[in-house]
Nanobody, 124 residues
Framework: QVQLVESGGGLVQAGGSLRLSCEFSERTLRLYAMGWFRQAPGKEREFVGAISWTGGTTSYADSVKGRFTISRDNAKNTVYLQMNSLKPEDTALYYC?????????????????WGQGTQVTVSS
């Protein structure tokens, strides 16, 4: 059974940093594109960023570009989301997800496997 487990969330002041991790259970996901999404209370789930299975290509939402960085270590079955210069509007439940294709990487419907999420709260 494929599992994705996020960790690293927490409470941080505006301007601070957090690094989220997403560990996946199956080695086959090393060949999957991995994405990060977030959902704030009362809002729809939105794309944050994604990374190709090789790690050679990344994609980011405009709202996080220049502040967030995605990386992966396939030897550790882990994907990371480094978040710097955090803002209160970054407060949300953050999910990682796995897709067998890079096509339309911003579209949540392309992702087959999802984690349970980790909460990030940024205080002003």
């Amino acid at each position: 059974q494929v599992q994705l487990v996020e960790s690293g969330g927490g409470l941080v002041q505006a301007g601070g940093s957090l690094r989220l991790s997403c560990e996946f259970s199956e080695r086959t996901l090393r060949l999957y594109a991995m994405g990060w999404f977030r959902q704030a209370p009362g809002k729809e789930r939105e794309f944050v960023g994604a990374i190709s299975w090789t790690g050679g290509t990344t994609s980011y939402a405009d709202s996080v570009k220049g502040r967030f960085t995605i990386s992966r270590d396939n030897a550790k079955n882990t994907v990371y989301l480094q978040m710097n210069s955090l803002k209160p509007e970054d407060t949300a439940l953050y999910y990682c997800a796995a897709s067998s294709t890079w096509r339309r990487e911003m579209d949540a419907l392309q992702y087959k496997y999802w984690g349970q999420g980790t909460q990030v709260t940024v205080s002003s």
